[in-house]
């Protein structure tokens, strides 16, 4: 198991223990669905790395406050409801409260994790994505030198030109950036969503493939290479602490030694809490449209 996967194990098993303590005000009632069951049938027993980011989201649900005695509780409740913000945690003394303190060593570690993850061969193979790699040669490179994700190597540069077709109007491809799990996470909806709704448009379009430790710019590369009008990266934003599976996708026409990042059309913050992957393929398909039409991207495109 990867070390951070660990440590998240030990930290969720930690939330647990705190949380359904004797003496708790955490319930069953607080929890929605299929966790209510899960916690009626003894939660407690249930190994933590099972439970995974999202039970533990919902086991610190907008219903569960911390705060000793507030003078509105409904008003804490209906703040909660609507952000993922980390409000009504209480404290104790000057410190977080202990539940408080560990879901966000948990977050934490899960935002590690997407960093320093890399997306599965299996992944791969399920999406049909062929992969190439940029000049970083490892993870400690790419994080390090970010310079060296903006171009790819020289093995990759041949595998391109010898798979990917030529002369088309649109490029796909996906970028792993600085999270794996947003690729994971959001790739199956959105890529179908997106290759179908180019494809009935009529839009002339090459097939996705896989750069693995790439960074925005290495869009204007494959661009060149394939001869594209467009080139979407589909790629991981940096995680935070509310989410470790955001994405963003980058829309470029037609780029040039002469580029600059207003000349990108971005559209951020996928994933299921934000704008969800199938919707956000759907929405990629008509802005790719109006660049094609207005044959151009970023501020040029809404100038």
């Known amino acids: 198991m990867h070390t951070a996967e660990k440590e998240l194990e030990r ?29 009626s049938k003894g939660l407690k027993d249930t190994p933590a790395h099972e439970l995974g980011q999202e039970d533990m989201v919902t086991l610190m649900s907008a219903d569960e406050v911390l705060v000793s005695k507030p003078a509105n509780l409904e008003a804490i409740k209906a703040m909660k409801a609507t952000t993922p913000a980390r409000i009504g945690i ?8 202990t539940a408080s303190l560990l879901k966000f060593l948990a977050d934490h570690a899960v935002a590690q994790d997407a960093v320093f993850a890399d997306v599965s061969p299996e992944f791969l193979s399920r999406m049909n994505l062929f992969a190439v790699q940029s000049s970083a040669r490892n ?13 790819l190597s020289e093995e990759s540069l041949q595998t391109i030109t010898q798979k990917c077709e030529k002369n088309i109007q ?10 794996s799990s947003a690729i994971e996470a959001n790739i199956p ?36 290479l394939v001869n594209a009008d467009v080139v979407v990266s589909l790629i991981g934003e940096r995680p935070g602490l509310g989410t470790a599976e955001s994405l963003s996708a980058y829309m470029i026409y037609r780029p040039d030694e002469t580029t600059v990042e207003a000349d990108r059309t971005v559209i951020s913050n996928i994933h299921k809490g934000g704008i969800p992957p199938a919707e956000a393929g ?14 151009a991207s970023g501020v040029r495109l809404n100038g």
């Open 11 to 39: 930290i969720l098993q930690g939330i647990l223990d705190e949380l359904l303590k004797e003496g708790s005000s955490f319930s069953a009632k607080n929890l929605p669905g299929e966790k209510e069951t899960l916690l």
């Open 90 to 97: 209480g404290r104790a003394g000057a410190r977080m409260k």
């Open 139 to 151: 993870k400690e490179e790419f994080l390090t030198h970010p310079e060296l994700g903006r171009r």
């Open 170 to 179: 649109v490029q796909i491809i996906v970028v792993d950036g600085l999270s």
């Open 189 to 224: 909806d959105l890529l179908p969503a997106l290759t179908q709704g180019l494809a009935v448009s009529g839009i002339k379009t090459g097939d996705p493939f896989f750069v693995r430790y790439g960074r925005v710019w290495v869009e204007d590369q494959v661009a060149n």
């Open 282 to 295: 759907a929405h990629l398909a008509d802005v790719i449209k109006q660049i094609l039409k207005a044959r």
